[in-house]
């Protein structure tokens, strides 16, 4: 749904500029408010997407480096955790935060080496302490590649009360 609303802004977006006069300008004004629409939809949706992957190590001991973009707010509203999980909803690893990133957008954090082979196929997602899941998430092998994905929010929910599990929010 909100995909579709956000194509209609943007076709409004664009009939819009298409009756201006002067073509340079429309492309400009376009410009601009597609980056402010984004800008907002980001800081409103109140989710976290995982915006890049890589990884690194060897077959069955592989860390990944994963970017984040949150709309951090400091303790009341943060990026809590990232996580890989399998295409079943089995979590294979967590990276737990401590505090928020609010002056660090996107950011980007490594995770500790962990047990999982080249071929597996899995997401990577991320979870805000106050809305969850975001749906934005990266999908793929270490031997393959990822890349960005579209993923429920409510897949495999009930992670959110399997350990490990934040404690108190630093900062």
């Given at each position: 749904m909100k995909i579709a609303l956000n194509l209609l802004l943007l076709f409004l977006i664009f009939c819009m500029n298409s009756c201006s006069s002067d073509t340079k300008d429309a492309e400009e004004d376009n410009t601009s408010e597609n980056q402010e629409i984004q800008?907002?939809?980001?800081?409103?949706d109140g989710v976290a997407s995982v915006t890049e992957v890589s990884v690194t190590g060897e077959e069955d001991l592989y860390?990944?480096?994963?970017?984040i973009s949150s709309p951090?707010?400091?303790?009341?509203?943060y990026v809590d955790w990232?996580?890989?999980i399998d295409l079943d909803g089995n979590l294979l690893y967590?990276?737990?935060?401590?505090?928020?990133?609010?002056?660090?957008q996107p950011f980007t954090r490594l995770g500790d080496p962990?047990?999982?082979?080249a071929n597996e196929e899995v997401y990577i997602r991320a979870?805000?302490?106050?809305?969850s899941y975001g749906t934005n998430v990266f999908k793929g092998s270490v031997a393959d590649g990822f890349s960005s994905s579209f993923l429920a929010?409510?897949?495999?929910?009930?992670l959110e009360e399997v350990e490990p599990l934040p404690g108190n929010c630093a900062f």
């Open positions: 800008e907002i939809q980001e800081t409103t860390s990944f480096n994963v970017t951090d707010l400091g303790c009341q509203q990232w996580e890989v967590r990276r737990i935060f401590t505090h928020s990133h609010v002056d660090e962990f047990n999982i082979s979870h805000m302490n106050t809305t929010s409510d897949f495999a929910l009930n």
